[in-house]
C-alpha cells in the first residue's frame, strides 16, 4: 500500500514539473520570472521613458535567455516607430554655446542677437500641454494658430468664427493653438493657471516650455513640424496662421476641391526677392554676420498658408539639417529651397490687408472678405464683426473670383 502511494507521488511530482517546463518553453520565460509572479512578467512599455533625453534609444529586449541560433534579428522599423509615437524630449538642459564669445563680430552684435546665437542649438523643449487625439482617425483639414498665452481673448473669437471644429460633407476639420510660456517671469505663474482651465474646456492647446518672444517663432515652427511628424499620419492639408487674421474656411475648402495630396501644395502670400532689412530700428532687421546673402529664398508670409500634410512631415526632416533662423516664416522658405520646393502665390492671401494703405476703406469692405481666403490683421471685435457681417445678407455688386 505505501509502495502504491509512493509511486502516486512521483507521477504527480512529475506532471508538475512537466507542466512548468513546457509553460516556460511556450512562454520564452526564464525559469525565476515564472516563480515571481506576473508583474515580472509584463512586456516593457511601448512608450520612451519620461528621463529619455531627445535621439537617445535603447533595447527594450532581453536576449540572456536565447542562444545565439536563436537571437532574433531586431526589426528597425518596429524600434523607430515605438520612440516616435510621444514626444520624447522631457528634460530642458541647455547652455549657452560660450565659443561665440571669442569671436570678434559676435561682440560687436546687438544683445538680443547674441542672445539668439548663444542658445540656437537649444532646439527641443518640453511640453507642457498635449492633444495626440486631434490627429486620431481620418483628418481632412488641420487649422494651426500660433498663439501667445495672454491673448485669450483672439483665441476665444477664432474658436466663435473661423476656427470653429466641425465636418463638411465628410471632411473632418480640427483645430489647435501653439503656445509657448509667458515672457515675463513674474505672470508666468498666474497665466499658466488661467491656459490650464482654458484648456480643460477647450482642449485646443499645444504648450511647450520655452519663452513665447518673437526670435522664438522659429522655435514654435519647428516644433510644431515635430509634432505632426509624430503623431499625424492622415492629415491631408494644414492650414497654418496667425491669431489676428480674417480666414474663410468654406473658400479653403473649395480651393483644395481640385488639389491632389502628395504634390508639395505649399501656397500663400508668397514673397520673391526679398532682401534681408540691414536697418537696426526696423523689427526684422538682420545684420550681416547671421545672413551674409543679399536675397531670401521665396516665402510666404506667416499670417496664414496652406501645406499638403505629407509636405509638413518633409519639412520637419529639411529643418533639422538647418541652424535656426530668427524670422520664422524665412526659416520655412530656407526649408522648402533645401525640399526644392517653390511656394505658389495666390491673391486670395492677404497678409497685408486688402490693399496696403491701412486707412483705406477697401480694407472693412465685408464683400472683399467675402471672396478672400486670409486677410491680415483684425483684433477679436474686428474679427468678430467681420464674420457677421460676411456671413449675413450681404449684397454686393459684384464677387471677385480668386479661387
Not at 230 to 237: A, G, P, R
Not at 243 to 261: H, T
Not at 374 to 401: F, G, I
Request: hydrophobic fraction near 35%; include cysteine.
Amino acid at each position: 500500500m505505501f509502495q502504491w502511494k509512493k509511486t502516486i507521488y512521483k507521477t504527480v511530482c512529475l506532471s508538475f514539473l512537466l507542466i512548468i517546463t513546457v509553460t516556460v518553453l511556450q512562454r520564452g520565460m526564464a525559469p525565476n520570472q515564472f516563480m515571481q509572479g506576473q508583474q515580472q512578467r509584463e512586456l516593457p512599455p511601448s512608450e520612451p521613458l519620461k528621463s529619455q533625453k531627445r535621439d537617445n534609444s535603447f533595447s527594450i529586449s532581453s536576449t540572456f535567455w536565447k542562444t545565439k541560433k536563436e537571437k532574433a534579428p531586431v526589426k528597425e522599423e518596429s524600434v523607430t516607430a515605438k520612440q516616435t509615437k510621444s514626444w520624447d524630449v522631457t528634460t530642458t538642459n541647455c547652455s549657452a554655446n560660450q565659443n561665440f564669445s571669442k569671436v570678434d563680430w559676435f561682440k560687436g552684435l546687438e544683445p538680443n542677437f547674441q542672445q539668439f546665437l548663444l542658445y540656437r542649438h537649444c532646439r527641443y523643449f518640453p511640453m507642457l500641454i498635449n492633444h495626440p487625439e486631434k490627429c486620431s482617425g481620418d483628418v481632412y483639414l488641420l487649422i494651426v494658430v500660433k498663439s501667445i498665452i495672454t491673448q485669450h481673448d483672439r483665441r476665444e473669437a477664432i474658436r466663435r468664427t473661423w476656427g470653429q471644429e466641425k465636418e463638411v460633407e465628410g471632411k473632418r476639420i480640427r483645430t489647435l493653438f501653439l503656445l509657448g510660456t509667458a515672457s515675463k517671469e513674474e505672470e508666468r505663474a498666474n497665466h499658466q493657471k488661467l491656459l490650464d482651465y482654458e484648456n480643460r474646456i477647450y482642449g485646443d492647446i499645444l504648450q511647450w516650455d520655452f519663452l513665447d518672444s518673437f526670435f522664438n517663432l522659429t522655435l514654435k515652427e519647428v516644433h510644431f513640424l515635430k509634432w505632426v511628424d509624430i503623431y499625424c499620419d492622415n492629415i491631408h492639408f494644414i492650414f497654418k496662421g496667425d491669431d489676428d487674421v480674417f480666414v474663410s474656411p468654406s473658400n479653403i475648402l473649395e480651393f483644395l476641391e481640385d488639389k491632389k495630396e502628395g504634390k508639395d501644395l505649399f501656397v500663400g502670400d508668397v514673397l520673391y526677392k526679398a532682401r534681408p532689412i540691414r536697418k537696426k530700428e526696423n523689427k526684422y532687421y538682420i545684420p550681416s554676420a547671421l545672413y551674409n546673402k543679399n536675397i531670401y529664398p521665396p516665402y510666404a508670409g506667416g499670417g496664414g498658408f496652406i501645406m499638403d500634410g505629407a509636405l509638413a512631415k518633409r519639412l520637419h526632416k529639411a529643418s533639422e539639417t538647418l541652424e535656426l533662423y530668427p524670422i520664422d516664416d524665412v526659416f520655412l522658405g530656407m526649408c522648402l529651397e533645401v525640399l526644392k520646393v517653390s511656394p505658389v502665390g495666390h491673391e486670395g492671401f492677404k497678409t497685408f490687408g486688402i490693399v496696403k494703405n491701412k486707412n483705406s476703406k477697401m480694407n472693412k469692405e465685408p464683400c472683399f472678405y467675402r471672396s478672400m481666403l486670409v486677410v491680415h490683421k483684425l483684433l477679436p471685435p474686428e474679427l468678430l464683426q467681420m464674420w457677421d457681417l460676411v456671413h449675413s445678407n450681404l449684397t454686393c455688386s459684384r464677387k471677385l473670383n480668386v479661387l
